[in-house]
């Protein structure tokens, strides 16, 4: 399909995941003298000190904390392996500096990053470098997610999410409302103990098992939401729309759910002004803080998700350019 057959907002979701795959406007970017201004308010650095210092910033402002490694196209075990390593280190750090404790930073993971797609036994592998982090976790005295991504990988995702669950109950999932199935899935999380992260979804989906338009991606997200916190486990409401908040926050009292019983997330760098309101009002406000040399990736796929955040971005460019 042609770019002049979207609608504008479409389009530009469509070209801002295009420029994520660029490696010639990624150097471009990597070397101009903005960019590590901007990418900050986005990004937690890039090693684990940088990950552990943006955390001790933000647990001291009442909020926790879930840290994602940025890795991207993982092709060989080596490489699932050292993302493995990475997150080890930093369950170390986060439990020295007093952290981990309680689940107030924990980390997510993307079974792609551990090595998912590398062929016949990348589902074998990734279930095991998780094993080694979700160790380390409990080591720690935290938790683990497990981020979801394309449609294609949900049911082994969710298969490997089954298999840790079995040692470390307390293992995160996450669903995507956009996709079909993501009702009768809440369905079958909603059990006791079990934590689910709720977000829209950001990947490119086929029409066949995703809505396509943003008002039936809403409409799922409050049903799922329903689910949710009727149900038995720990929702964890991912989203920005201040309007899915309020709804979230009225489902939570007719649920009559404590402050302790479902946690909000919010991205980094994005309402951080409502991030504050909310820990201060005494809800469970965790930001979702990504660090790690794979930056940019990620940083386009968050303009692509929320196109007003190229705002930021386009004034770093025009003030620093």
Same mark, same amino acid.
């Given at each position: 399909m042609d770019l002049a057959d979207l609608n504008p907002a479409a389009a530009m979701r469509a070209t801002l995941l295009g420029m994520s795959r660029s490696d010639q406007l990624r150097q471009v970017? %990597? !070397?101009?003298?903005? $960019?590590r201004d901007v990418v900050r308010r986005f990004v937690g650095g890039v090693s684990v000190a940088d990950a552990v210092q943006v955390s001790t910033e933000l647990v001291d402002t009442r909020r926790q904390v879930t840290i994602d490694y940025l890795g991207e196209d993982t092709v060989d075990p080596a490489m699932a392996a050292q $993302?493995? %390593?990475? @997150?080890? /280190?930093?369950? #170390?750090?986060?439990?020295?500096?007093?952290l981990s404790q309680g689940g107030g930073a924990e980390v997510s993971l993307k079974l792609s990053a551990l090595g998912q797609a590398l062929g016949r036994d990348g589902n074998k592998i990734a279930l095991e470098?998780? &094993? *080694?982090?979700?160790? +380390?976790? +409990?080591?720690?005295g935290t938790t683990v997610t497990l981020d979801m991504e394309d449609h294609t990988t949900t #049911?082994?995702?969710?298969?490997?999410?089954r298999d840790l669950r079995q040692d470390w109950p307390w293992v995160g999932a996450v669903v995507q409302s956009y996709l079909y199935r993501t009702e009768q899935d809440c369905r079958d999380l909603?059990?006791?103990?079990? !934590?689910? !992260?709720?977000?829209?979804? $950001? @990947?490119? %989906?086929?029409? $066949?098992?995703?809505? =396509? /338009?943003? =008002?039936?991606? #809403? &409409?799922?997200y409050v049903r799922c939401l329903k689910i949710l916190m009727e149900g038995q486990g720990y929702p964890m409401v991912a989203t920005? /729309?201040? &309007?899915?908040?309020e709804i979230a926050t009225v489902l939570a009292d007719k649920a009559q759910r404590g402050t302790d019983s479902f946690e909000y997330q919010m991205l980094l760098g994005i309402r951080p002004e409502e991030q504050l309101r909310l820990a201060a009002s005494g809800a469970a406000? &965790? *930001? @979702?803080?990504?660090?790690?040399?794979e930056w940019y990736g990620y940083l386009m796929r968050r303009m692509a998700e929320r196109p007003a955040n190229l705002g930021f971005f386009l004034r770093g460019l025009a003030t620093r350019g």
């Open positions: 970017i %990597e !070397r101009a003298p903005f $960019t $993302t493995k %390593e990475a @997150y080890v /280190d930093l369950l #170390d750090a986060l439990s020295e500096a007093g470098n998780a &094993r *080694v982090i979700c160790q +380390a976790a +409990a080591n720690a #049911d082994l995702t969710l298969s490997v999410l909603a059990t006791e103990g079990s !934590r689910v !992260r709720l977000c829209k979804g $950001t @990947y490119k %989906e086929p029409e $066949t098992v995703a809505f =396509a /338009d943003k =008002a039936d991606v #809403d &409409r799922s920005h /729309d201040p &309007r899915l908040v406000m &965790r *930001v @979702y803080l990504p660090f790690g040399q």
